[in-house]
């Protein structure tokens, strides 16, 4: 899929597990539609299956996969894309039985991933994360391949010997990238050192929550910021000062359910910066039906990391788009309850209409200071109140 192209018509495919409901399986395909529309491409049709499990070779079973295959061929479709990750058979019989396009929901990530890149840093973590996802379906790659030469190309058939070559190849270009990402992990670290030891505070949270225009509001900066999933893709810093108090604050990319397993360890020296914070501010989208889910997800990432015990200011954002219907609470009422307590200290705000941000500075400013006195205990400059070391006290 390609942006600002004539737009793929996309059929999406999810399967319903025991443990959910159908309209938490709604609400991953929603996901998946907002995916496809920030790759580039147009949904026009759901399929779903309550299955105890995925059917290992086709993924849904023989009456949707007919179901399936009708539709396409009348509304001729380009490409169908299901919820979960499939191997390398499944896609290979898909294709063989659809006679069309299949991908899942970690090719739709990674190439818009790819599409977002930016720096160096997060160019190289991205290609390293795709070659990782294509090598185990190479064999599918070269049938493909075979079928665009139609049997007259100059290799005369991809064989396994060619298949092999390419393995190879890619083998050794994730090792190249490997290397690359440890000297540029490694400049990272020194310059994290030169920051000295000013306080460190990382915005994390799911995508599309807000997390970057928050960021542009405490550090009066212009990072890009979109209603499109993954819009930050590089992790951003800037220095922020609250009542004379400086701090480092920094933007990371947004989490997401089912996120690749090749992206996660590839951007974790992105993520550095949220291991080493000393404040989190886990930003959540307040308006979102499922901002429960989305929470849970972002902790079960947090704890990947090894971030997972850091101390969080959780901030209920899109206060000004809250639907009592969501909860069946008002907004005061929900305030609360166990969830907000839970998450506490909690602070509700609207980013974008600039609602309550001052409780939210205030909050970050009595825990940053806490922490920089820690370390700077007579800070007479920035705190003149404070009492001062004498001479005769060090004796």
Do not use: C
Request: no cysteine; hydrophobic share 35%.
């Amino acid at each position: 899929m390609k942006e600002g192209e004539l737009k793929e018509k996309v059929v999406l495919v999810g399967v319903i597990r025991p443990e959910q409901s159908p309209e938490q399986a709604k609400e991953h395909l929603d996901e998946l539609a907002f995916l496809v529309e920030t790759a580039g491409g147009v949904t026009i049709k759901t399929f779903t299956q309550r299955l105890p499990a995925p059917d290992t070779k086709t993924f849904v079973g023989k009456g949707k996969l007919e179901e399936i295959q009708e539709y396409v061929k009348l509304a001729e479709a380009d490409l169908v894309i299901f919820d979960d990750e499939l191997s390398p058979s499944q896609t290979r019989n898909l294709e063989n039985y659809l006679k069309i396009p299949i991908q899942d929901r970690s090719r739709v990530i990674l190439d818009i991933f790819a599409k977002r890149a930016q720096t160096s840093q997060a160019r190289t973590q991205v290609e390293l994360a795709r070659y990782e996802y294509i090598l185990p379906r190479l064999t599918r790659m070269w049938t493909h391949l075979e079928r665009q030469r139609g049997g007259t190309g100059t290799r005369g058939g991809a064989g396994e010997k060619e298949i092999e070559t390419d393995r190879r190849a890619i083998r050794n270009r994730i090792s190249v990238l490997k290397d690359k990402l440890a000297k540029i992990e490694k400049q990272n670290a020194t310059q994290r050192k030169s920051r000295g030891e000013l306080v460190r505070v990382a915005l994390v949270g799911y995508t599309n929550v807000g997390k970057s225009t928050l960021m542009n509001l405490l550090s009066k900066s212009s990072i890009f910021a979109e209603n499109k999933l993954f819009a930050t893709l590089d992790t951003t810093v800037r220095k922020v000062v609250i009542h004379n108090l400086p701090f480092l604050l920094s933007d990371t990319v947004g989490f997401i359910r089912k996120l690749p397993h090749h992206l996660v360890e590839s951007f974790k020296s992105t993520l550095e910066e949220t291991r080493e914070a000393d404040i989190l501010i886990h930003v959540v989208d307040i308006s979102h039906p499922n901002f429960e889910d989305q929470i849970q997800t972002v902790q079960e990432t947090l704890n990947e990391l090894g971030a997972g015990d850091k101390f969080t200011i959780t901030v209920f954002n899109k206060i000004d788009r809250y639907q009592a219907e969501q909860t069946g609470l008002s907004l005061q009422e929900f305030k609360r309850t166990w969830m907000a307590q839970k998450n506490a200290p909690a602070v509700f705000i609207s980013a974008t209409g600039k609602e309550n941000v001052d409780e939210l500075r205030d909050l970050l400013y009595e825990k940053a200071k806490t922490i920089h006195l820690s370390r700077y205990p007579y800070d007479g400059l920035l705190y003149p109140d404070l009492p001062k070391v004498k001479k005769t006290d060090l004796s």
